[in-house]
């Protein structure tokens, strides 16, 4: 079992900056991609960006430019750097692991409590 555990959410005027951290605690063998997810009241939930073991990473249209994720494999954490806020990404942000138990076993996807970014313009 895997926990993700966020934090750095909160309340910040347009144009402003938040970082968010996810930190993977449990019992697995090895973490794959690890990523972010957002959903707005009344919206669907959506991708925001991942990144690879590796690091190589993808990002949504509306986020490219502004947001940054990265990710300390040693220390099983993921970040969002989030520039430039603006209303629309007001939303509940998740964090998602995919990570199995041992070697060569099954990759499954875990999800974060989420944490609330609320910008107000």
């Known amino acids: 079992q895997v926990q993700l555990v966020e934090s750095g959410g909160g309340l910040v005027q347009a144009g402003g900056s938040l970082r968010l951290s996810c930190a993977a605690s449990?019992?697995?063998?090895?973490?794959?991609?690890m990523g972010w997810y957002r959903q707005a009241s009344g919206k669907q939930c959506e991708l925001v960006a991942t990144?690879?073991?590796?690091?190589?990473?993808n990002y949504a249209d509306s986020v490219k430019g502004r947001f940054t994720i990265s990710r300390d494999n040693a220390e099983n954490t993921v970040y969002l750097q989030m520039n430039n806020l603006k209303p629309e990404d007001t939303a509940v942000y998740y964090c998602?692991?995919?990570?199995?138990?041992?070697?060569?076993?099954?990759?499954?996807?875990?999800w974060g409590q989420g944490t609330q970014v609320t910008v107000s313009s």
């Open positions: 990144i690879t073991t590796g690091g190589s990473t």
């Open positions: 998602n692991a995919e990570a199995n138990r041992y070697y060569g076993a099954n990759y499954y996807t875990y």
């Open positions: 449990g019992s697995f063998f090895r973490i794959n991609v």
